[in-house]
Nanobody, 117 residues
């Protein structure tokens, strides 16, 4: 089992910034993928950004150039720096962990990000 604890959500004005953090614990493996998905009211959950244990990153087109995903050397914590936030970024953001060996996925409890004036 892997436990994910997220932090850093909140209310921010358009154009502002937030930084999300997600700490993984438990059965961590050396080869994994971590990242962030989000779900807005009435919409499906969608990928925001992911990072592999070798440092490869992937971004949704809607956030490319505004969001940056990074991880620590231990591959147990992932960060999402969100700049130039827009109202359409409002959603619950979920941390995601994939065990590359078993292909099992784990999800955090979610953290609310609200972009509003």
């Amino acid at each position: 089992q892997v436990q994910l604890v997220e932090s850093g959500g909140g209310l921010v004005q358009p154009g502002g910034s937030l930084r999300l953090s997600c700490a993984a614990s438990g059965s961590i493996v050396s080869v994994n993928v971590m990242g962030w998905y989000r779900q807005a009211p009435g919409k499906q959950r969608e990928v925001v950004a992911t990072i592999t244990s070798d440092g490869s990153t992937h971004y949704a087109g809607s956030v490319k150039g505004r969001f940056t995903i990074s991880g620590d050397d231990a591959k147990t914590t992932v960060y999402l720096q969100m700049n130039s936030l827009k109202p359409e970024d409002t959603a619950i953001y979920y941390c995601y962990y994939l065990n590359a060996f078993t292909r099992r996925t784990y999800w955090g409890q979610g953290t609310q990000v609200t972009v509003s004036s």
